[in-house]
């Protein structure tokens, strides 16, 4: 069965601190995988997208990896600030033509 | 340039009443979608549009119906409301017509409650 398991479920952190984000995904035959963030009562915002020959992405304070075999994504958060705080999601598109997405980490930094 | 519009903002339905999402983009893009998103359940696709004159059948299509009148709005029917469909709805759009493939852009999504 196709699922994606995001681990934790919430998270807290002081400001400034480095903290990696985790996406798992069981079957390794992806097409892509996208991070998002969502603000509360608010739609998402596209973070990062990997397609499935890259291993990182990269946009400012963000990186995302990638590694199939093993089934996972990390989004890693350097130096974090309190306007980092949201819900953060990825979504797996195997090649099956099926859209999975997980059920996100909700990120707290306090100042 | 709005990007992704959506309405209403909020609805509130009795069971067996029909009523429509509306949905429209300004940024010229191929491929729209609509997903609900329900506690503890994760985002899920409804229906997409790959281009215009063109829908499939997403993960949870049962209840629900489109339209892409056009190139610019793609709109979401449910014919006869169920409790079961109390969720938010939100719709998304993208630039590329092989769908899911590029960048999406959110609506800022429909509260609706079937009572």
């Given at each position: 069965?196709?699922?994606?398991?995001?681990?934790?479920?919430?998270?807290?952190?002081?400001?400034?601190?480095n903290?990696?984000?985790n996406?798992?995904?069981?079957?390794?035959?992806?097409?892509?995988?996208?991070?998002?963030?969502?603000?509360?009562?608010?739609?998402?915002t596209?973070?990062?997208?990997?397609?499935?020959?890259?291993?990182?992405q990269?946009?400012?304070?963000?990186?995302?990896?990638?590694d199939?075999?093993?089934?996972?994504?990390?989004l890693?958060?350097?130096?974090?600030?309190?306007?980092?705080?949201?819900?953060?999601?990825?979504?797996?598109?195997?090649?099956?033509d099926?859209?999975?997405?997980?059920?996100?980490?909700?990120?707290?930094?306090?100042? | 340039?709005?990007?992704?519009?959506?309405?209403?903002?909020?609805?509130?339905?009795?069971?067996?009443?029909?009523?429509?999402?509306?949905?429209?983009?300004?940024?010229?893009?191929?491929?729209?979608?609509?997903?609900?998103?329900?506690?503890?359940?994760?985002?899920?696709?409804?229906?997409?549009?790959?281009?215009?004159?063109?829908?499939?059948?997403?993960?949870?299509?049962?209840?629900?119906?489109?339209?892409?009148?056009?190139?610019?709005?793609?709109?979401?029917?449910?014919?006869?409301?169920?409790?079961?469909?109390?969720?938010?709805?939100?719709?998304?759009?993208?630039?590329?017509?092989?769908?899911?493939?590029?960048?999406?852009?959110?609506?800022?999504?429909?509260?609706?409650?079937?009572?």
């Open positions: 069965k196709q699922e994606v398991t995001q681990i934790p479920a919430a998270l807290s952190v002081p400001e400034g601190e903290l990696v984000l996406c798992s995904f069981t079957d390794s035959a992806i097409y892509n995988l996208q991070w998002f963030r969502q603000d509360p009562g608010k739609g998402l596209s973070l990062l997208l990997i397609q499935s020959s890259q291993r990182e990269t946009s400012g304070r963000l990186n995302a990896s990638l199939k075999s093993s089934g996972r994504s990390t890693y958060i350097a130096a974090s600030q309190p306007g980092d705080s949201a819900t953060y999601l990825c979504a797996v598109k195997y090649n099956t099926k859209l999975i997405f997980g059920t996100g980490t909700r990120l707290q930094v306090f100042p | 340039n709005a990007g992704v519009t959506q309405t209403p903002k909020f609805q509130v339905l009795k069971t067996g009443q029909s009523m429509t999402l509306q949905c429209a983009q300004d940024m010229n893009h191929n491929s729209m979608y609509w997903y609900r998103q329900d506690p503890g359940m994760g985002l899920r696709l409804i229906y997409y549009s790959a281009s215009e004159g063109t829908t499939d059948k997403g993960e949870v299509p049962n209840g629900y119906n489109v339209s892409r009148l056009n190139k610019r709005e793609f709109s979401l029917r449910l014919e006869s409301a169920a409790p079961s469909q109390t969720s938010v709805y939100f719709c998304a759009s993208s630039e590329f017509s092989e769908w899911f493939t590029d960048t999406q852009y959110f609506g800022p999504g429909t509260r609706l409650t079937v009572l």
